[in-house]
């Protein structure tokens, strides 16, 4: 039984741009805010990890919140793009906000500065917009092949906007005349950049009627009748889904990740002595990925599903960063290139496939409690960003803290130098390791096609 298009090329596009809008802010925040912090105002990498670290308690139940009021939203827009929508005017301001630490206060005073922004940008409106965002995944189309291929758009626009982002930044804040006033300058032009994309990309998809999400499957009276239930309610619906637990740790363990790489900017400029590798190895990182993006919805297609793509792929980039490490020591930057590369198209299909894979696993919750939680589902990625992202930013300033880290040198002590080759090389190949076992235990594909079987139901192919 072939399932049923719903999207235009057009709609897949202007979907997937909105991924330019949330890394403006999303690369920019994880790749420079240490930086900017520690070299432009002279703060304290350990008390800024500290503060970061503090920061997440407030964004704990924000996410599944936020997620419940998409699900309960009736309006004219839809479910989820009014959240999407006005979300990002506070993600602009209050990125603005972080790079506009003023100068003239005291270092007090620019911490709470610093935290006010930070928390509101994390904690409110980054989880209203993204939540929003990757739930849409689920709002505008019923078919798991525009679910996939939405994903790879998605991701792709996400790692070129990375990939500029972090080629051009440093250069840019030069240009802007450099030191605080050139980091606020930048942080302006992204924030009006982000709003103008996050706007055309709301208004290029449609939401699918309530009547049309619950055809097949259950009646309009149904469908509100489960949208009746708390907060407390909602985050049980959703511990109980093992599958949601998986996706969600894989997604904390990205993020750190990600805050690990971006410690590369440290690792070039201090290690390596060449300040402008960062931007080389973010060619390194990116480029791959975005091939591999191009190909993901046809190798899942040729693969039968995304488990077994999934698994192999991140085995295949867990390899990649064991080479790394190898080159690192070697010294070999050439050869650091090619397995950064290589890591890259290892990880790139379950970038791609990662949003139908959720999709997949609000299904699984639907046939196994009979509770739609769509929106409520996607939480787990606004949660994976701001948790593994603070928790990663976090570490990364205690480890430079603990390690003698001093801003103010131009070459490091060797006790900072070992810490950098720990964070750069070591931890992201430990969690390579670790997210491909995760994957190994994720075939929620399965466990959704058996759930269907027992109910009766037609499984589409």
């Known amino acids: 039984m072939k399932e049923k298009t719903y999207l235009k090329w057009y709609n897949k596009l202007g979907y997937g741009s909105g991924d330019i809008a949330g890394n403006v802010v999303y690369a920019f925040l994880s790749s420079f805010v240490m930086i900017y912090l520690t070299n432009a105002i002279g703060l304290n990498p350990g008390v800024v990890g500290t503060l970061i670290a503090v920061s997440k308690l407030f964004d704990g139940v924000t996410d599944v919140f936020f997620g419940s009021m998409i699900d309960k939203t009736h309006s004219r827009m839809g479910k989820a793009r009014p959240w999407m929508f006005y979300g990002y005017f506070g993600c602009a301001l209050t990125l603005i906000g972080i790079f506009a630490v003023p100068v003239s206060l005291g270092q007090t005073a620019q911490y709470v500065w610093f935290f006010i922004c930070y928390t509101l940008l994390n904690a409110v409106f980054y989880t209203a917009n993204n939540i929003a965002y990757s739930a849409l995944t689920s709002l505008i189309t019923k078919n798991s092949k525009e679910r996939v291929q939405m994903g790879s758009?998605?991701?792709?626009?996400?790692?070129?906007?990375?990939?500029?982002?972090?080629?051009?930044?440093?250069?840019?804040?030069?240009?802007?005349?450099?030191?605080?006033?050139?980091?606020?300058?930048?942080?302006?032009?992204?924030?009006?950049i982000g709003l103008i994309v996050n706007s055309i990309s709301v208004l290029s998809v449609k939401e699918l009627s309530e009547e049309e999400l619950s055809e097949g499957t259950e009646t309009e009276e149904q469908y509100r009748e489960d949208e009746k239930y708390g907060l407390i309610h909602a985050f049980r619906i959703l511990i109980k889904n093992k599958y949601y637990l998986m996706i969600c740790g894989t997604y904390i363990l990205q993020q750190i990740y990600s805050a690990m790489i971006n410690m590369g900017v440290y690792f070039m400029t201090y290690v390596m002595f060449n300040e402008n590798l960062y931007s080389v190895f973010s060619w390194a990182v990116n480029i791959p990925l975005i091939i591999a993006l191009v190909f993901t919805p046809t190798l899942v297609a040729k693969w039968k599903g995304m488990y077994k793509l999934n698994v192999a792929s991140y085995t295949l980039a867990t390899i990649g960063r064991a080479l790394v490490v190898v080159a690192g020591y070697m010294g070999s930057v050439p050869l650091m290139l090619a397995f950064t590369a290589l890591a890259a198209i290892g990880q790139g299909p379950w970038q791609g496939d990662m949003n139908a894979v959720i999709a997949t696993c609000s299904e699984y919750t639907w046939l196994k409690d009979g509770k739609r939680v769509d929106g409520t589902m996607y939480s787990c990625t606004s949660l994976g960003v701001k948790l593994g992202g603070g928790i990663g930013t976090a570490i990364a300033g205690w480890l430079l803290a603990a390690s003698g880290f001093d801003g103010s040198l131009a070459v490091q002590a060797e006790s900072t130098v070992n810490m950098l080759y720990i964070m750069y090389l070591w931890i992201p190949f430990g969690i390579d390791a670790v997210i491909t076992f995760i994957l190994s235990r994720m075939n929620v594909e399965k466990a959704v096609s058996d759930l269907k079987i027992q109910k009766g139901i037609t499984v589409s192919e």
């Open 153 to 192: 758009y998605r991701f792709m626009f996400a790692f070129a906007t990375s990939l500029l982002i972090q080629s051009v930044t440093l250069q840019f804040v030069r240009m802007m005349g450099g030191g605080a006033a050139g980091w606020r300058t930048v942080a302006i032009i992204y924030a009006i």
